[in-house]
């Protein structure tokens, strides 16, 4: 049996001391044992005294159980006593710990020291102490950042992430183009926008795991953000644009300066799973409507003409109906098998996650092939790309045509109130991007990451802004932190700790660097010179990856998994937090809650109003923390809306995708 510490307790029989005394101070040590703090502590301990902090501490953590007094009637309530009281205690350690970690960042900021760190939210009541904070805490390890990264793990991270950022960039640029701003913008200026960004934030900012890009949030408001303009004057929608990105960069500064990251621990589960259902519906329901355009609207012929022959100048014939729906759902499946091929029990580890992470790419690459043996037979649309290096518009449009570089100043004289106006969906578009960025920065943040360098909160909301002044000048889609992207970036840079003991679990941390976010951003805008393969590519096959990301976000939702409850037999349901704390009733009025929720966004979204879409996101704030504790107890809230992993599951698994319950 394998073994690191043995305990060896002596002493005598007598009177008062049996030898099932010395049993139970065996069964007692051995508990000790099973205490991780505890356990590492045994590692660095010199003397007595360094074990007794940790054992009091697990002294203060531990619930008495009652001996005696246990049956059927009373083991629930009994179980829930127990819970609430663990609870308690959890609240009360953290409430503790989070007192000693502001009075040690106050003790350090007047003693000048660089390397107590304390809460990175944390006010400390003066204005750019959280930016100068994260910077001392970030900057001095740059080297580090470069050097850390020299070893054959980072070089197959920056191939990989490559592709996971690229395939996200084509279909959002063709998706923006298309569907929202009326090819003011397109694949071209997602990408430059997307990698001049990118490597900008991966060489300054406090988290280079982030990957930030545009995202399908972020997509929507271009559309609303165009709708406005459009209704008022077309000719000055890149101008009016410009001033957004001016206002938000703004914004972003003044809350990195003021020190309101704060806020973000109201934005709970409750509120990210809302907004990742509601992106879901919308790329589900995006697909489907372009197919139906496809197979119903655009084709030519009607049935009594299917078998005519055709004339020589027609292209859209009734085949392609046909094809784009079997390349839409030719590359969902190819897609989505790979990404459950990944948890399957055949070939190696390292097998199913290589294909479960390419598994986009190749579907691309599949179906794209496929249309390419049936190209002349069959026409499908292809991505389109300008003949010279020029902005979509320009090749799209003669009507209208626009510059690299847009001049807030080009407003025509009197439109110059739109200048002005620019600030209201620059609120909006901030608290977007607030939103996304910062719960990513949060989940990376977790403790299985064991990140050390500091995730630089307030840094990252300044660099935010710089990137919105740069998308806003060269015309180019606004980016965030792009939650599945940067999950997936740092959970291929986690290194195992090789040096551990048989039978104990090994330690994990992630290599923090820069170097992988900056190189994929180069490569991403050095594929802009792949214009003629990626021409190749048909629309229909990117319908195919939007309806992917929408189906492939809801497996990490307990929102999707709690409206499946709805429709199961009671003595079905899972071994879960929410289900054993809460009455299934209440679980079922939380979803439905949630579900009414998704409806009003979704009105909100198809009205007039639908510029106005993040302001009624930041209005689930109130509902979450003023309406739902009406109904629920402290303990049901916990249950039904923590972002903690359930403690009774098996982690030595764990997918750390599966904490990315944001959308793509």
Known sequence: MPMRFIFILMGPVTRHMFIEDYREIGRAMSTLMSYKDFREACYVANEPKDLVAPMNAFLDGSVVVPAHGWNKGNVVQMLDDIRSKMIQVDKQRKRKRQRGDSRRDSKSLKKGDEDEEGDELARSGRCLDGIIRDMKRRYPLYLSDITDALNFQCFSVIIFIFFAVLTPSITFGADVELERVNSWM??????????????????????????????????????????????????????????????MALICVLTAVLQLSFVLKYFTRFAEEIFAMLVSLIFCVSVINSLVQVCFFLSPFSYTDYCCELPSSVRDTPNTALLSLILTCGCFIIAYFLKLFRSSPFFSPHVRKALGDFGVPIAIL????????????????????????????????????????????????????????????????FFLIFIEIQITARILDKKEHNLEKGTGYHLNMVMIGVTGVICG??????????????????????????HHAPGEKPKQKVIEQRVTAVMVNLLLGLSVLLKSVLSYVPYSVLYGVFFYMGIACLGSL????????MFMARNNYPSVAYVRDVSSFKTHVFTVIQILVVAVLWAVKESPLSILFPFFLILLVPVRFKLLPLLYTEVELSALDSEEVDVYADHDDADYNLTAHMPY
């Open 558 to 565: 307990q929102f999707y998994d709690r409206i499946k409850l």
């Open 366 to 429: 599949a179906m794209t092939s496929l249309d390419l043996m049936l190209k002349d037979k069959i026409y499908t649309k292809k991505l389109n790309f300008p003949e010279k290096f020029e902005p979509t518009k320009n090749a799209d449009s003669t009507e209208f045509s626009r510059d690299w570089l847009i001049s807030p100043f080009d407003l025509e004289q009197e439109y110059w109130w739109m200048a002005l106006a620019a600030c209201i969906p620059a609120i909006l578009c």
């Open 473 to 498: 000048v060269l015309g180019c889609p606004f980016v965030t932190g792009a939650t599945v992207r940067s999950v997936s970036h740092t959970s291929a840079l986690i290194v195992t700790d090789p």
């Open 186 to 247: 397109g694949v071209y200026e997602t990408i430059l926008g997307s990698a001049l960004t990118g490597a900008l934030f991966g060489l300054l900012s406090g988290q280079p795991l982030l990957i930030i890009g545009c995202t399908g949030p972020l997509a929507v408001f271009e559309g609303s953000l165009y709708d406005v303009a459009e209704s008022v004057s077309e000719k000055n929608y890149m101008a009016f644009r410009c001033w957004v990105g001016l206002w």
